[in-house]
C-alpha cells in the first residue's frame, strides 16, 4: 500500500520544468522557483495507542472530543471492527495538522502537532488506580497497567505504512521516530512497553544501539555510573524535554520511565542505573557523536573531581585551641572567652594533646584539674560550683611544657525538665474554668532560664464523636499528648532545616530559588529569591487548594499527588503581586521551601527533619505522619469533629467525615502532599517542643550538639526593615504590634510563630523564656451560616493565645 501526496501530484501535473523556471497551469498565475534553502514541514513520527476499541477510537478521532490523527491502524479479534481483512484509515492528510501530541517536546520543539504525523493503533491496556487515589495524572507510579502484545498483521501492516510515510518525508530521521511517552512522558505511557520498536529498528524504522557500544559503557558505569545531572543532560541531548536539576525528580522519572519503555521495555524502573546510562550513551555515540563525546568527557570529569566538603558544625557551644593558633598581639586578650551556663549547671571537656599542667580560670576562680596531665588524654569537670546564669568567663594560663597545647570544650546547656514550679495559679484557673465551659483542651510548656518550670495538661485530647454528639468518657490530655502543630511546621521544622543548611554553607537565602530549584523559571521566577519566600514577599497568593477541583485557579491546579503537587508549585503556580510589593502571608511559599530541603538534602523533608535534628536531639515524638510510625491515635489530640467538612458545609473529592485525629488537618499537606508539607504536617509534644526552644535560646545548639549557628538564628530572627514583625520566617514581638500573639510584656526580640489548629509559641531572649501552648481548639463544634461560621473552641481565650501569654509573662516578671 502507497501514497501519493498531494502536492507531488500537483507538481506533475501543473509544472513543466526547465532549467530553473517553472510556469504555472493557467488556474495558476504565479511564478515558482525551487529555493535551496527549505525543509519539510513533518520532522517527527509519533506512535500512538488508542486504549480503546476500533469503534470507540473512530468516535473519538473523527466525531467527538476534538482529538485526531493522521492514521489509525485497526485490530485483529476486535468485535467492533467491521471488516474480515484489516486496512489503513487515513484520518487526515498528512499536509495537514492533527491534534494528536498534545502539550509535547522534542529535541527542542514543541507543540509536536506542528511537525508530526501520527498514527494511532488499536491496543487496549487494562489499568487499575486504588480506589483512595483517583488521580487526574495518566502516567502515575500508583496506577498499575497490563499491557497486550499487539497483533502481527496489525504490525504488519504499521511498518508499511511506515516506511511509506518517511519515504514521503525525508526530514524524519532514526531519532524523530517516536512514542507518544517520549514527547509527554509526564502525561502518556502510549506506545506501552509491548510495543515492538526493535521489530521496527530491524525494518529499518526508527533508533536502536549496538549491543557492542552498550557493553562498553556498562562496563565502565557499573563500576561508576554518570550522576543524576549528567543523566538528565544526556536524556535531553537525545530529545527529552529534561531540566538538569542534580536530582531525581518528578521529571527525570518520568522521562527514564519513557526512555526505558522504548529502550529497556523489560526494565522499566524510572531509576537512573547503569543499565539505563550505558543504553542511553550508546545511542548517542550512534545518533549524535558530537554530543555524546562532549558528555563523557563531563563524565570523566566528575570521576576526577573532588566534592566541597561541606562546614562542620561544633561539638559544643565553645570550641578553645589553647594557645590559640593566631594569637593577638594584646597579651591579656588571648586564651581567654566567654559560654553561656546557669547557676549550679555545666561542665568543661579537656581533650589534651601533650600539655602536662594548665591553669584553668571559671568566673576567676581556678579550678582543679588533673596534675600531671597525660598526652591525648579527655577529661570532663562538672562546674556547677563555679557557673552563674547567663555569661560565664573562662582563660587559661601556664600551659606547660612551652609549646604544648590543649582544646577546651564547654557544651551547650540543656534543659532542666524536673523543676516544674506552682505559681501560675492564674493561667491554671483561667484555663480550667473555660474546660468547664466547653473549650476542649490544652497543654501547657514554660521554660524558665533553662528550666521547664511548668508542664501541665488541660481537658480532653478527644472530646466528640464525628457527628458532634460527646464522647460518654472523653479521652483525657496527658503532657505528652501529640499536637498536630500546623503552621508551626514553617518553624520548627522547615525553618530549623533551612537553618541547619545556611550553617553548613549548603543554602545561601540570598541566591535566586532557581539556582538549587533549576526548574524554577518564567513568569518572574527567576527574580525570586529564597529570601522572598521566607519573607512571604515573593508574590504568592495566600493558598491554593490543590486538594479542590473548583479550585480558584482551574482543575489545572488540582492535585491529590504529592509528585504532581511540586511540579505545579515549581512551574505553575500563578504569582498574584510583584516581588516585594508587600508581605503576603502564604502556604506556597513554605511548600516550595519544603521542596528546597528536599533538594539540597537528598532526603524527603520528614526523613531530614526526624535523622537530622530530632533524633539527635534525643527527640522521639515529634514526627511527621505519626499513625505510620507507631504511633496510636489515642495518644494524639483530634482536631476537627467531621474530618475537613466544616459541619458538612465543604465537599470535595475524596473528603474526610471522621475525626481527624493523628492526620494532618491542613488539607493540602494531607491531600496534595502526603502528609509531608513545608508549611504543615508536623505532629509534636509541648515537652519535645520545650528541646527545641531550648535550642533557640541558646544560640543554636543542645548539649554536644550543634544545629545551626547563633550567626544564622540572629539572620532568621532579625527584623525586616519592611515590617518589623518578620524575620525569616519567624515572626517577631516587635514593639508591640502583635500582641494578640505575644502579649503586651514581650522584649521586641522575641519570636514565634501560630497554628491554625490552635498551638502558639513564644522565645523571648531578652528574659531566657520560651512558651509553647498546645490546643486542639478546633475540636469544638461549629456555628453560623454555609458561609460564614467559626468554630466554637476559638471564642475562648485559651484559644486565642494572648491572655495566656501575658498571665506567665506577668506570674515571671512580677515575681
Known sequence: MSFTPLKTLLKQLCYLSSAALLVSCASNPYTYTQSANYSHRVKFLVMHYTAIDYEKSMRALVDEGGLSSHYLLPESGDPSYPKDDLEIIQLVDEKDRAWHAGRSFWQGREDLNDHSIGIEIVNVPSCHIPEQTKLAMENDASKLCIFPDYDAKQIELLIKLSKDILARNPDIGPTQVIGHSDIAPSRKNDPGPRFPWYQLYKAGIGAWYESDTVDKYWQLFSASKPSVELMQKALRSYGYEVIA????????????????????????????????????????EKYFPKKSERLFQEYQQQQQAVEPAPKTLANAQVVARIPALDPSSRALV?????????????????????ATDADIFINGEKINIASPLTAEKIYQYSLAKRTRDGINTYKVENVLPEGASLTLRFPYPTLDKNSAQKR??????????????????????????????????????????????????????????????????????????????????????????????????????????????LTHSAGYPAVVDFHRKDNKFGERFFSQNSLRTKN?????????????????????????????VERISGMALDTYVESQIYQPLGLT??????????????????????????????????????????????????????????????????????????????????????????????????????????????RRAGHQARKWHFGPYASPLAFGHTGWTGTVTVIDPEYDLAIVLLTNARHTPIEGSQENYEFVGKRFETGKYGSIISLIYESILNH
Request: hydrophobic share 40%.
Open 621 to 730: 515524638h515529634t514526627v511527621y505522619n505519626p499513625l505510620q510510625k507507631g504511633f496510636l491515635a489515642s495518644q494524639i489530640a483530634a482536631t476537627e469533629i467531621n474530618g475537613n467538612t466544616r459541619g458538612g458545609r465543604i465537599e470535595f473529592e475524596n473528603i474526610r467525615t471522621d475525626v481527624l485525629q493523628g492526620e494532618v488537618h491542613d488539607e493540602k499537606a494531607f491531600y496534595a502532599l502526603g502528609g509531608v508539607a513545608g508549611h504543615a504536617g508536623l505532629f509534636s509534644t509541648a515537652g519535645d517542643l520545650s528541646v527545641l526552644m531550648q535550642v533557640l535560646l541558646n544560640g543554636g545548639g543542645y548539649d554536644n550538639k550543634q544545629i545551626f549557628t547563633p550567626q544564622v538564628l540572629e539572620q532568621f530572627t532579625n527584623p525586616q526593615a519592611s515590617d518589623e514583625t518578620y524575620g525569616l520566617g519567624w
Open 424 to 533: 501560675f495559679s492564674a493561667v491554671d484557673e483561667l484555663i480550667n474554668q473555660e474546660i468547664k465551659e466547653g473549650f476542649p483542651g490544652a497543654v501547657l510548656a514554660v521554660v524558665k532560664n533553662g528550666k521547664l518550670i511548668k508542664l501541665s495538661h488541660y481537658g480532653a485530647a478527644k472530646k466528640y464523636h464525628a457527628d458532634g454528639s460527646e464522647l460518654k468518657t472523653p479521652q483525657a490530655m496527658q503532657n505528652d499528648t501529640l499536637f498536630d502543630i500546623a503552621s508551626n511546621s514553617k518553624m520548627f521544622a522547615t525553618n530549623f532545616a533551612l537553618m541547619k543548611l545556611v550553617s553548613e554553607g549548603k543554602l545561601d537565602v540570598e541566591k535566586p530559588l532557581f539556582y538549587y530549584l533549576p526548574e524554577f523559571r518564567g513568569s518572574g521566577r527567576e527574580q525570586r529569591l529564597v529570601k522572598d519566600l
Open 568 to 596: 505545579l508549585l515549581l512551574t505553575g503556580v500563578p504569582f498574584v503581586a510583584g516581588r516585594n510589593v508587600k508581605h503576603l502571608y502564604s502556604d506556597i511559599d513554605y511548600m516550595l521551601l519544603g521542596v528546597l
Open 245 to 284: 536539576t542534580g536530582q531525581l525528580d518528578s521529571q527525570t522519572l518520568d522521562a527514564l520511565s519513557a526512555f526505558q519503555m522504548h529502550f529497556l521495555p523489560w526494565h522499566v524502573s524510572g531509576n537512573s542505573d547503569a543499565r539505563s546510562a550505558a543504553v542511553l550513551f550508546a545511542l548517542l
Open 334 to 354: 588571648n586564651d581567654r572567652g566567654t559560654f553561656t551556663a546557669y547557676k549550679g549547671r555545666g561542665e568543661i571537656i579537656i581533650e589534651n594533646q601533650d
